[in-house]
């Protein structure tokens, strides 16, 4: 028997399993099942980006680099979010490169965060921010947004949410799983109360590409915020290149070193091969994220279309590439929905509860497959609606 | 462009209910395009884009480079069109450079495009000279690349 549970710390036992996990757990041994569960890009990462990579495997470009991230991509990275972004971010001591958004905020929450700290967050949102906050034994803070609001954060429910003791505050738009994104109006009113409650924003913009609305305005570059904002993003969805685990913080030079301190002694350093394929992506990317862009909106429209024809309220997320329809009308809760769904139709979306409490009577459909796949999804959604006897 | 005519250049095997979805636009408005497209002389018609490691079995294929005399022939035009009345051609593309037409021709053996070659294109007026290459291998066909079709089968079904 293995009682080896006995070594694991209290406050890692005490966190949950991820709900998703469950989910892929059935949906992998299921033949013919439709998944609308994938949250990543349906694309293989563009040719010229992969090449990069071969090519610095050819030179036998495989050592460490820069506990940073080597000095090329620092500069491209800064290039690129001044551009982008609006902010001027110094290569040498105000960009760290990170194996991902994932590794960037949890450096982030660790060199902030002194036990006990309060860090606030909207939801629902990615499913690792509470628990990352609970690794650092800080206390999560939740702020609900609503499909009234199209899930952007209202400020007033942001001032409503604070108490005592919260030092960060965590955003991430366009948002995973709601799509929801803030305007620039919304954003100086944040940016405004954190600036009067003296907090660290951690902007998680991981999705800013795939903006489909407006344009998508970084906090970080609003007046007074560039100094109390770490910016965090990465090249998993916008250049497709998840399995690349690769992306990077800009922030003020203190807050850097803090988290390259936690980086050095935890990670060392990116992979080198990424490095050089993300300098690629920067340098030569542009035209193939515009046409997977292009795709996820048209894939969007049909997605949000067919939802609300069968009856599922669903907004219009205004970016990245999940839609989140409202599944209070079937009379089940998320995650019966979900799973009934799936038992009956072999149709995977992942329960909007596993994105936090917020999420409840949603769930999360992405929609970044094929046509095909996500016309197949929605007959048998319709199918399963019909065998519903409390549908209304 | 068309979206219907966008939606088919995809690749994506709808028909035209799942098309008329996808569109918004109704089945009967999406036939009604297509048979616009047809009418128009755009959209030439369909076929299944097979795997050619699979066709191989069956059928070898050629390109032939042909050098044309247009001189008392009535020119390429007369010759290409000719050309490309035989079944077995495929496609047929008048060239610059080195030849002036590429014919890719089918048949069921070697022997059956060397007959071809001589007792058909050698034998119309104003064909000067031949020059045929088989087809050993395909690593992609209009637009699906073949040898990595398992690329992506690590991918979970459901993430976060």
């Not at chain 2, 939606?7 to 709808?14: D, I, N, R, S, T």
């Not at chain 2, 496609?91 to 030849?99: A, E, H, P, R, V």
């Not at chain 2, 000067?128 to 290459?133: E, L």
Request: a neutral charge.
């Amino acid at each position: 028997m293995d009682d080896s549970g006995r070594f694991v710390a209290h406050h890692v036992a005490s966190l949950p399993k991820s709900g998703i996990r469950d989910f892929f757990a059935i949906v992998s041994k299921m033949k013919d099942a439709v998944s609308l569960g994938i949250g990543e890009p349906d694309f293989v990462t563009p040719f010229h980006i992969r090449e990069a990579a071969m090519a610095a495997l050819e030179k036998g470009r495989t050592s460490y680099t820069d506990n940073r991230g080597t000095l090329q991509l620092r500069e491209e990275i800064s290039r690129y979010v001044a551009q982008n972004y609006g902010p001027e971010y110094n290569p040498e001591d105000e960009i760290l490169v990170t194996v991902g958004v994932s590794e960037g905020l949890d450096a982030l929450l660790r060199a902030t965060l002194n036990p006990g700290d309060k860090v606030l967050y909207h939801e629902p949102c990615y499913v690792s921010y509470a628990p990352s906050v609970k690794l650092c034994h800080a206390i999560p803070v939740p702020v609900r947004t609503t499909s009234q609001d199209q899930f952007a954060l209202d400020p007033a429910a942001l001032r409503a949410a604070w108490q005592p003791g919260c030092k960060v505050l965590v955003l991430n738009f366009p948002t995973n799983p709601t799509g929801g994104t803030a305007d620039r109006k919304k954003l100086e009113e944040i940016a405004k109360f954190a600036i009067e409650k003296d907090l660290l924003v951690a902007s998680d913009e991981i999705y800013s590409e795939l903006t489909f609305e407006g344009n998508h305005v970084s906090i970080a570059s609003l007046p007074g915020m560039r100094e109390r904002t770490v910016f965090l993003h990465g090249f998993s969805k916008a250049f497709a290149m998840t399995g690349f685990r690769i992306g990077y913080a800009c922030g003020p030079a203190a807050v850097i070193d803090g988290m390259l301190k936690v980086h050095q002694y935890g990670i060392m350093c990116a992979s080198i091969i990424s490095q050089e394929a993300a300098v690629e992506a920067l340098r030569n990317g542009r035209d193939s994220m515009l046409h997977m862009r292009d795709k996820y909106r048209e894939r969007r429209d049909f997605i949000v279309r067919r939802f609300n024809e069968l009856g599922l309220k669903c907004h219009l997320p205004r970016g990245a590439f999940y839609a989140f329809p409202d599944i209070t009308s079937t009379g089940l809760d998320s995650l019966t929905f979900a799973s009934k769904l799936l038992e009956a139709q072999k149709v995977a979306m992942v329960p909007g509860t596993a994105f936090g409490e917020a999420g409840a009577g949603f769930c999360r459909a992405s929609f970044s497959t094929s046509y095909e796949r996500i016309h197949e999804a929605c007959e048998r959604i319709s199918r399963f609606l019909d065998s519903l006897p409390q549908r209304k | 462009m068309n979206p219907v005519l966008k939606l088919l250049l995809e690749g994506e095997p709808l028909d035209t209910a799942q098309i008329g979805k996808i569109l918004n636009m109704g089945q009967a408005a999406v036939e009604s395009q297509l048979a616009e497209l047809r009418q128009q002389g755009i959209l030439l018609g369909w076929r299944a884009v097979l795997n050619p490691s699979f066709e191989a079995e069956r059928r070898v294929r050629a390109v032939i480079e042909i050098k044309i005399r247009t001189e008392g022939t009535g020119g390429f035009d007369v010759i290409a069109e000719r050309i490309s009345q035989f079944e077995q051609v495929e496609s047929c593309y008048l060239m610059s450079g080195g030849y002036d037409l590429l014919v890719v021709v089918t048949a069921d053996n070697l022997y059956k495009v060397a007959g071809f070659v001589h007792e058909r294109l050698a034998r119309i007026e104003g064909v000067q000279g031949t020059s045929t290459h088989f087809f050993l291998r395909a690593y992609k066909k209009d637009g699906f690349v073949i040898t990595d079709e398992a690329s992506r089968r690590d991918r979970p079904s459901v993430s976060p």
